[in-house]
């Protein structure tokens, strides 16, 4: 079968599209035929090897997978049975979905909503997913529609466009922080109210600013993340998620005393499996899924190393989905 394979032998990182026997799959109880699966921001450091991502060699990467259940010995799971992987350290520490097949453990699969095929069920992700984990966070902490504006950053991205569209769908006015200004318009497509340069955001800044937002989702981090901090209002949230910009925090205190605002942090690798069902349930009713193809670009295996790359260098928005049997 064909695969993207990343080898490590005296040093030397590499990651080639190959062909792998069924036997150089891992371990796991259910087997499934791959339809798709997607590149995210972590399966670009992988490939490229820009991060120590990839912590077991050799490995297939890709931490999304959308297919069919080929064998099971899994009680939930049968042979035809559509299924979603996302994260569980596959692509890092278990081959992942950037094959013709997987082998995985069936308690990390979740079955395919009804509302979506496996190709849209890619374009939403990992990056989807963790979109609704960060709006359900904001809900959580009492971040309403009325409470005020939502900030939504690295919102060119997966992460961030998917964000937009949920938030918008749900009667949040959102506006968009983006290096991109030429993404304005289709930002603005999302629904996107109002686009800000990240230049505002990415330096140094004050301990506590105007109050300008009554929440925020996250992907950058750094100084970033300590500027949301600080312009959050009384009692707002935040669902930070990523580290584009770094992993460092230089922020103060000033915002959680004096403000009460909440900083909450969102995983979405072992989130528990109940709440996955229930981020993919609300997918399945709050993603304007009009907006999937707008979002979505798909590719062949063949083109997913090459893209990797771009990914990383900022030049792919929304979300990238790759045909593994292309």
């Not at 499934?32 to 991502?53: E, R």
């Not at 925020?216 to 901090?229: E, F, K, M, Q, W």
């Not at 205190?253 to 109940?274: E, H, K, Q, T, W």
Request: charged share 20%; net charge negative; hydrophobic share 40%.
């Amino acid at each position: 079968m064909k695969a993207i394979l990343i080898t490590k032998e005296d040093d030397v990182y590499e990651t080639n599209l190959t062909d792998i026997s069924e036997d150089q799959l891992p371990e796991g109880n259910v087997t499934v035929k791959v339809d798709y699966s997607t590149l995210n921001y972590k399966d670009g450091l992988a490939i490229t090897g820009k991060s120590p991502v990839v912590r077991k060699f050799p490995l297939v990467p890709g931490i999304d997978l959308a297919g069919t259940v080929e064998t099971s010995s899994h009680a939930d799971y049968k042979a035809g049975d559509q299924v979603v992987l996302n994260g569980w350290g596959v692509g890092e520490v278990h081959s992942g979905g950037l094959a013709e097949k997987a082998r995985v453990n069936g308690d990390w699969l979740v079955p395919l909503p009804d509302a979506f095929t496996p190709k849209q069920a890619m374009a939403i992700g990992t990056a989807g997913y963790t979109s609704m984990l960060c709006v359900m966070a904001l809900e959580q902490q009492g971040v309403t529609p009325d409470k005020g504006e939502i900030l939504v950053t690295g919102a060119a991205g997966g992460v961030g466009s998917v964000a937009i569209s949920i938030l918008a769908k749900l009667g949040y006015t959102v506006i968009a922080s983006t290096g991109r200004p030429n993404e304005a318009e289709y930002l603005k497509s999302l629904g996107a109210s109002d686009i800000i340069d990240r230049a505002e955001l990415s330096s140094p800044g004050r301990p506590l600013g105007k109050e300008r937002w009554a929440g925020a989702v996250d992907t950058v981090g750094s100084h970033t993340l300590a500027n949301i901090c600080a312009g959050i209002k009384y009692g707002g949230a935040i669902a930070a998620c990523g580290l584009a910009q770094g992993m460092d925090l230089p922020a103060s205190v000033a915002p959680f005393i004096l403000r009460g605002i909440i900083l909450n942090g969102v995983d979405s690798v072992y989130c528990p499996r109940n709440k996955r069902m229930q981020a993919w349930a609300r997918l399945a009713t709050d993603l304007d899924i009009s907006h999937i193809e707008l979002i979505t670009n798909e590719i062949s295996l063949s083109e997913a190393i090459p893209a990797a790359k771009e990914l990383l260098e900022g030049n792919i928005r929304g979300r990238t989905v790759v045909n593994v049997n292309a």
